[in-house]
């Protein structure tokens, strides 16, 4: 009866594993109970997704020469599958560099500095501009790569240029001087595409960002300020792109994990597709995060299928706004805060 008993039982994990994912069929993943949890799923060649753990991610990662981990930059179970993959990636791959959007080229040498043990964190934190949420978000993943003698790329362009390129258009950048030049890309694509039709399309609904008239006026021509937007946007990604193609020619045979923000990553675009451009014969994987709408029962809604070799599943963080007039009330601080940065910069060398 014993042995029954546990025939049975193991058949029904055997079924319960196989209703994972069904042919033909949703697949039936476990809840996410809280911000720190996460599901990868992986989907090829217009499968279903199929959930797979950490470990078996970096298993199907390896092997790629670049992989480009999207995330919120906010969300806690975005940062924690972040540094269970680069632990796990590590163990598969140690010729591997971490690249970040968070840090940018200008203080390539600050992060250089504080990765050979010359300057504390307090140092990198302030003369490496890190971003507020560090500590919690980065830190590991710095600390990781430093006790491994792993390098890390400071791979973004510095906010500076790109908010007097979003000022003053792309060929601001033709008047910088040759150290300054070198903080950015030495192209940018500026062409017509998905990319920008997506950029476009963000400006439209995300008020908060300052656009105060529509991406396309009324003749379906895009407007000026639309444009200069996404030459400033197209600063970053082309910037990011080039510095991780810079470091994979200089090390044959290394690969590169990339933290940066979704929007520049997902469905191959922005970073991606310049990265592809410049190095055609790379094998390039993008992680795309997506906060499900029902966190008891995640699933992959069908305008996120495709967004990336593997989809990272996360609860929704919390609304921003719980009516109207906060939203609005917040739409006008960071107005008025972005409008102060704008006019506090020297956008003339």
């Known amino acids: 009866m014993r042995r029954l008993s546990l025939a049975i039982s193991f058949g029904a994990l055997?079924?319960?594993?196989?209703?994972?994912?069904?042919?033909?069929?949703?697949?039936?993943?476990?809840?996410?109970?809280?911000?720190?949890?996460?599901?990868?799923?992986?989907?090829?060649?217009?499968?279903?997704?199929?959930?797979?753990?950490?470990?078996?991610?970096?298993?199907?990662?390896?092997d790629y020469d670049v992989?480009?981990?999207?995330?919120?930059?906010?969300?806690?179970?975005?940062?924690?599958?972040?540094?269970?993959?680069?632990?796990?990636?590590?163990?598969?791959?140690?010729?591997?560099?971490?690249?970040?959007?968070?840090?940018?080229?200008?203080?390539?040498?600050v992060v250089d500095d504080y990765m050979a043990g010359r300057i504390g964190e307090d140092a990198l934190r302030g003369r490496g501009r890190a971003w507020p949420n560090y500590a919690e978000a980065?830190?590991?993943?710095?600390?990781?790569?430093?006790?491994?003698?792993?390098?890390?790329?400071?791979?973004?362009?510095?906010?500076?240029?790109?908010?007097?390129?979003?000022?003053?258009?792309?060929?601001?950048?033709?008047?910088?001087?040759?150290?300054?030049?070198?903080?950015?890309?030495?192209?940018?694509?500026l062409d017509a595409g998905s990319y920008r039709d997506k950029f476009f399309k963000f400006l439209d609904e995300d008020s908060s960002h300052g656009a105060d008239e529509k991406a396309v006026d009324a003749s379906g021509q895009p407007t000026a300020s639309a444009l200069r937007g996404f030459a400033a946007q197209v600063t970053r990604d082309d910037t990011m792109a080039e510095s991780i193609a810079l470091y994979l020619q200089k090390n044959p045979g290394h690969k590169v994990l990339h933290v940066?923000?979704?929007?520049?990553?997902?469905?191959?675009?922005?970073?991606?597709?310049?990265?592809?451009?410049?190095?055609?014969?790379?094998?390039?994987?993008?992680?795309?995060?997506?906060?499900?709408?029902?966190?008891?029962?995640?699933?992959?809604?069908?305008?996120?299928?495709?967004?990336?070799?593997?989809?990272l599943l996360l609860r929704a963080t919390p609304k921003e706004y719980a009516n109207a007039v906060e939203e609005k009330a917040a739409i006008e601080r960071i107005r008025a805060s972005m409008k102060k940065a704008n006019a506090r910069s020297n956008c003339t060398s």
């Open 14 to 62: 055997l079924i319960a594993a196989a209703a994972w994912v069904h042919e033909g069929r949703a697949a039936v993943l476990p809840a996410l109970p809280d911000l720190t949890s996460f599901l990868m799923l992986r989907s090829e060649n217009g499968q279903l997704a199929a959930a797979i753990t950490i470990e078996e991610a970096a298993d199907a990662l390896k």
């Open 67 to 109: 992989i480009l981990f999207g995330e919120w930059h906010d969300h806690s179970g975005n940062h924690l599958a972040e540094m269970q993959l680069f632990r796990a990636l590590y163990a598969r791959v140690p010729q591997l560099a971490l690249s970040m959007e968070q840090f940018e080229r200008d203080v390539q040498g």
């Open 138 to 189: 980065y830190r590991p993943l710095v600390e990781y790569a430093k006790e491994r003698r792993l390098p890390v790329i400071a791979a973004n362009a510095p906010a500076s240029v790109v908010r007097c390129v979003g000022q003053k258009g792309p060929d601001y950048l033709t008047r910088l001087a040759a150290v300054k030049r070198g903080w950015a890309a030495k192209d940018l694509h």
């Open 260 to 311: 940066t923000g979704a929007f520049h990553v997902a469905s191959f675009l922005g970073t991606t597709e310049r990265l592809k451009t410049s190095m055609p014969d790379l094998k390039i994987a993008v992680i795309n995060p997506v906060q499900v709408d029902d966190p008891e029962h995640p699933a992959l809604r069908t305008e996120d299928q495709g967004g990336g070799t593997i989809s």
